[in-house]
Nanobody, 119 residues
């Protein structure tokens, strides 16, 4: 079984920065796409940023220029550097990975980590 664990959430003032990390553990798997999603209060879960195994990245319009996604394929880890945070970034942030294991594709979610941006 493959598991994802996020770390780095917390409380920050508007204009501040945080860095989220996600680590994948398990055996006999490889990861294709990794992504960060978030779900704010009363909102649907939305894609924040994603990165392929080849290093391509994409971002939601709301975070472009402020967030940077990165990935270490050798360590099966992913990070999200978040700068110039605004209260609207308050949400539970989830790590997601599309994996291949035993010839099958599946999606794996982390439990989530809360980020609160105060004004």
């Amino acid at each position: 079984q493959v598991q994802l664990v996020e770390s780095g959430g917390g409380l920050v003032q508007a204009g501040g920065s945080l860095r989220l990390s996600c680590a994948a553990s398990g055996s006999a798997f490889s990861i294709q796409t990794m992504a960060w999603y978030r779900q704010g209060p009363g909102k649907q879960r939305e894609l924040v940023a994603d990165t392929t195994s080849g290093g391509s990245t994409s971002y939601a319009d709301s975070v472009k220029g402020r967030f940077t996604i990165s990935r270490d394929n050798a360590k099966n880890t992913m990070s999200l550097q978040m700068d110039s945070l605004v209260p609207e970034d308050t949400a539970v942030y989830y790590c997601y990975a599309r994996i291949i294991r035993a010839g099958r594709y599946s999606g794996v979610w982390g439990p989530g980590t809360l980020i609160t941006v105060s004004s």
